[in-house]
């Protein structure tokens, strides 16, 4: 008999499945993947608690399932994150023919308040991306490593994951562009600001040579300080200390340096369609979101400014 929280093997066979599907097939990250399979193990410990299997789950249960989440404190937009995971888990389910019909098909989830993201000024930007020239407590390598980063983030709208899984390939200076693996590994390519060349450069010509591990075969383009390429923690780590330093009080996230390149473009008079295209976003839908920014300050600067305002 398994232990009490223990699956059965049959269910993390299927769990498995699912998670090779969407990493092989549907093409989605690692992460995503690991959230996925997460989410669908707490709902199969849950049925198996009461006798039920995921094979023999029915709305009911699965309600329940979302039910317990809220009394265990889980925030909305976990719970939120959870429904959506079960109901593609039982939508391939029934396609597959592994289960007759779809226990999830009416399954809703909660409704999750539309948050803005946070954005920061463009001479706050400035001065972020510029801080490393002023990090006198950090050796010269590391300080263009963390300049050059800083720039092709905010520079091109970079995810973090993109720009840690850079390779010296994906890079062209002389045309001043950065061919990017997004989300579902679709390639884009987009600009490099004049300000990204100009550290790339000196990165590739002073930084990297001594970052990068003597003879290695890595063509990364960015490298810790223990001569692995670097990864998204290494990044946000960095991000986030940087931030510190220039905004005090003040979160600030490599995803604050995206949100921050879409909003300025946009504010900028740049089309919709082809800030889009920049971001690597599916739909314009997802990219709306930074409209609503830049319409928050146009009020707030006419709050500020008019004198009957």
Do not use: C
């Not at 299927?14 to 998670?19: D, G, K, R, T």
């Not at 590739?204 to 670097?230: T, Y």
């Amino acid at each position: 008999m398994p232990a009490r929280d223990e699956l059965p093997s049959s269910e993390s066979a299927l769990i498995e499945e699912f998670a090779a599907h969407l990493a092989l097939e549907r093409r989605l990250s690692a992460h995503t993947v690991a959230a996925y399979r997460t989410d669908l193990e707490q709902l199969a410990r849950f049925l198996n608690r009461s006798g039920r299997s995921l094979g023999g789950a029915d709305l009911a249960a699965l309600r329940r399932f979302l039910s317990q989440q809220t009394t265990l404190g889980y925030a909305r937009a976990s719970i939120a994150r959870r429904a959506g995971s079960v109901r593609t888990f039982y939508r391939w389910a029934a396609a597959r023919g592994i289960l007759d019909a779809d226990p999830a098909a009416t399954l809703g989830r909660p409704k999750v308040a539309s948050r803005l993201p946070g954005v920061l000024r463009p001479r706050e930007a400035d001065a972020l991306v510029e801080a490393p020239d002023r990090a006198d407590d950090r050796p010269t390598h590391i300080r263009l490593r963390d300049r050059a980063i800083l720039e092709v983030m905010y520079g091109s709208g970079l995810r973090v994951g993109e720009v840690a899984s850079l390779t010296l390939r994906s890079v062209d200076l002389d045309r001043a562009r950065v061919l990017v693996l997004g989300k579902g590994a679709k390639e884009r390519e987009v600009p490099l600001s004049e300000h990204a060349v100009v550290a790339l450069t000196r990165y590739l010509r002073l930084g990297r040579p001594i970052l990068a591990p003597q003879g290695a075969a890595s063509d990364a383009l960015f490298f810790n300080l223990r001569g692995r390429p670097i990864g998204p923690r290494d990044v946000r780590a960095m991000v986030e200390q940087y931030g510190a330093r220039i905004l005090a009080g003040r979160r600030v996230t490599p995803h604050t340096l995206r949100h921050s390149f879409a909003t300025h473009l946009l504010e900028g008079g740049a089309d919709i369609r082809a800030v889009q295209e920049l971001l690597g976003h599916a739909s314009v839908a997802t990219t709306q979101r930074y409209t609503h920014v830049s319409r928050s300050r146009l009020f707030d600067a006419y709050r500020r400014s008019h004198p009957r305002a």
